[in-house]
C-alpha cells in the first residue's frame, strides 16, 4: 500500500466532520479527503454536553472560540450537577477545576479532612471556583485560565460549522447510501465503497463514522464487539429538546430516577433533555412519559427514542480502516465523553497516519492507546453506579450488585483506606474528578496523609481560610452566566 493519499470518511455526524476537517485543516493537500453521508439517514441528533479539551481541539482548527459559540447556540459548561445518586436525596458536583491547592505530597483532600478532626466543619466545595461558580450561575474567562470549562452545545450545528469549514479546505462531500463495502480479494482491505447512485469511491484509508452501524467496521470487517452491558446496563435513552425558562446555567445536570437517568442541558436558544433507562426495568413509553413529566418549557421536538448497547469495537483500528466515534463503540453520556473520545481518535489518526505501507506497529498501539481510554473512562462511569447506597427499587438493586472492574475496585480502596488517588497513563479524568465523585457517591477515606497533620492549628487556619476566601472573592466578582455569554456572543 503506498501513502495515504486518499482518505475517505463514511458518515457525516459529529465524529465525520470533526474527523475531515482536522484531517483537512492539518494535512492540507497531502491528503485527497473525501466525505460520504446520507441524509436520508442522517445523524443520531444527540450529543451536547462535553468536557474541557473540545477547546483544544478547536484551537489546533484555529477556530475562534466567539464565532464557535455563536454557530453551535453553546454555553460555557463549569461540570455536572449529580442529582440522587448516593441515596435519591442528595446532590453532589463534579466540576472540571481544582479543589483547594495540592502538596507535591498530597492531594487538598488530605488538608481538608485533617481541618475536619480540628474541627472546620466547612464543605470541601467551598475550596473550588468552578464548583461555586457554576452553583452561584456566574462565569468570566479569567486571566491565565483559572477558570477551567467545557461547552454545551448544539452537536448537529457544530458538525454543520465544520463541514463548511471542512469543505473550504478542500474536503469533497458527497451525498448518497453507502450500500457495499468492497473488499480487496488479496489482503482483506477496503478497496471501495458502492454507493445507491452507482457511484464508486476508492481510497486507501477508509474512515468508518456511519454511527451505531459501523458499516465498515462491523457490517464488512467484522471487527468484534466487547459487550460492557454487565458493568453499565442501561440501554435506552428518549432525548427532547424545550424552551428555555430561564438564562442557562453554566451546568449539566444528572438526575436519578428509579430505573436510570435523567439529563439537562442548558444552551443559549434551548433546553436539551433526555431520559436515560434500562429496558428491562422500564419500558419505553412509560420512560417518555416520565421524561415529558419532569422537564422544564414547553416541548420543541419529537421525542427521539434510542437503543444502545454499552461497550467498545475490539479493534478500533483494523486493516485500512479505523472506527471513530459510535461506530467505534458508546458509553452512556454520564460524564459527557462520546465527543471527547472523537477528538482523541482523530488526533490519534493524524499523529500516526502512515508514511507508506500501514505500520502493524501503528496499528496495535493506536488500538492499545484508544482502548485504554475507553476502559478509564468505563471504570469512571462504572463508579457512579456501584457506589450508589440506593436501594429503592430492582435498578439500584441491580446496581449494588454489579460487577466491579479490578482497577476500579483498586482505586476506591485505595481512597478508602488512605485518601489517594493516582491518575495512571495520561488519564483522562485527574485526582480532582476522581475525589469529588467518590467523596459525592459517598465514599470517605479512613485516613490521610501525615503531611497534613504536620500543619499548626494556625498554618491550617491560614490555608483553608485564604483558599475559601478567595475563591468567594472571585466569584461574587463574576458576571452571570447568561449575560456573559450573550455579551461575548454579540448577541444581546
Ligand atoms: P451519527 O451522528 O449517527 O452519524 C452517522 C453518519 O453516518 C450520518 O451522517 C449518517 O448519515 C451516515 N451513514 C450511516 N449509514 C450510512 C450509509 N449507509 N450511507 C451513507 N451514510 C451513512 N456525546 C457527548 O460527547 N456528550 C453528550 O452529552 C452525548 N449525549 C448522548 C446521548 C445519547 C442518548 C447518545 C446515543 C449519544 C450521546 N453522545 C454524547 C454521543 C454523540 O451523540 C456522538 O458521539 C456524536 O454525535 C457522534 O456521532 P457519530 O457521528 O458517530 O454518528
Not at 211 to 222: D, V
Not at 355 to 380: H, K, P, Y
Not at 393 to 399: D, E, I, K, T
Request: hydrophobic share 40%; aromatic share 10%.
Amino acid at each position: 500500500m503506498q501513502v495515504a493519499q486518499r482518505i475517505v470518511v463514511a458518515g457525516g455526524g459529529t465524529a465525520g466532520w470533526m474527523t475531515a476537517a482536522a484531517l483537512a485543516r492539518t494535512l492540507g493537500k497531502t491528503v485527497a479527503i473525501t466525505l460520504v453521508e446520507s441524509d436520508a439517514i442522517g445523524t443520531v441528533g444527540v450529543g451536547e454536553s462535553t468536557i474541557p479539551p473540545l477547546a483544544n481541539f478547536n484551537r489546533v482548527l484555529g477556530i475562534s472560540e466567539a464565532d464557535f459559540m455563536r454557530a453551535t447556540q453553546a454555553t460555557f459548561k463549569l461540570g455536572i450537577l449529580f442529582d440522587g445518586w448516593r441515596d435519591g436525596t442528595d446532590r453532589y458536583f463534579h466540576s472540571f477545576g481544582v479543589t483547594g491547592r495540592d502538596h507535591w505530597s498530597a492531594g487538598f483532600q488530605h488538608f481538608w479532612m485533617h481541618g475536619k478532626t480540628q474541627g472546620r466543619d466547612e464543605p470541601y466545595d467551598d475550596y473550588c471556583l468552578e464548583l461555586v461558580a457554576a452553583m452561584a450561575g456566574k462565569f468570566a474567562h479569567l486571566p491565565n485560565e483559572r477558570m477551567n470549562y467545557a461547552y454545551q452545545l448544539d452537536s448537529t450545528l457544530y458538525a454543520r460549522f465544520l463541514r463548511t469549514m471542512a469543505e473550504g479546505d478542500g474536503v469533497t462531500r458527497i451525498e448518497g447510501r453507502i450500500d457495499e463495502v468492497e473488499l480487496d480479494g488479496e489482503n482483506g482491505h477496503i478497496a471501495a465503497l458502492q454507493l445507491d447512485s452507482g457511484k464508486r469511491i476508492e481510497g486507501d484509508l477508509f474512515i468508518d463514522c456511519t454511527g451505531f452501524r459501523a458499516l465498515l467496521m462491523e457490517g464488512a470487517l467484522h471487527a468484534g464487539f466487547d459487550d460492557w452491558t454487565h458493568y453499565l446496563p442501561c440501554d435506552s435513552a428518549i432525548a427532547v429538546q424545550t424552551d428555555n425558562i430561564a438564562p442557562p446555567v453554566p451546568f449539566t445536570r444528572a438526575m436519578t430516577h428509579d430505573a436510570g437517568w435523567q439529563w439537562r442541558i442548558p444552551l443559549q436558544h434551548r433546553t436539551g433533555n433526555g431520559i436515560v433507562y434500562c429496558s428491562g426495568y422500564l419500558d419505553h413509553d412509560a420512560a417518555e412519559e416520565r421524561l415529558l413529566g419532569n422537564v422544564e418549557g414547553a416541548v420543541r421536538t419529537k421525542p427521539n427514542r434510542l437503543r444502545f448497547r454499552a461497550g467498545a469495537r475490539r479493534k478500533q483500528w483494523y486493516r485500512n480502516c479505523i472506527a471513530i466515534g459510535l461506530a467505534g463503540g458508546f458509553m452512556e453520556p454520564l460524564e459527557s465523553t462520546s465527543i471527547h473520545l472523537i477528538q482523541r481518535a482523530v488526533l490519534r489518526v493524524i499523529r500516526m497516519l502512515p508514511a507508506g505501507r500501514i505500520s502493524e506497529r501503528d496499528v496495535a498501539e493506536f488500538n492499545e492507546q484508544q482502548m485504554t481510554d475507553m476502559l478509564q473512562i468505563r471504570d469512571f462511569l462504572v463508579l457512579h453506579y456501584v457506589a450508589t447506597e440506593r436501594r429503592d427499587s430492582p435498578f439500584w438493586r441491580l446496581c449494588a450488585d454489579l460487577p466491579i472492574p479490578d482497577t476500579l475496585a483498586q482505586k476506591i480502596e485505595l481512597f478508602r483506606e488512605t485518601g489517594r488517588v493516582f491518575r495512571k497513563n495520561e488519564e483522562l479524568f485527574a485526582e480532582n474528578s476522581w475525589v469529588q465523585v467518590m467523596m459525592g457517591q459517598g465514599i470517605i477515606p479512613q485516613s490521610y496523609h501525615p503531611v497534613a497533620g504536620k500543619l499548626s492549628e494556625d498554618e491550617l487556619t491560614h490555608l483553608l481560610g485564604g483558599l475559601r476566601q478567595d475563591v468567594a472573592h472571585t466569584v461574587a466578582s463574576l458576571p452571570a452566566h447568561g449575560d456573559y455569554v450573550a455579551r461575548y456572543c454579540g448577541a444581546s
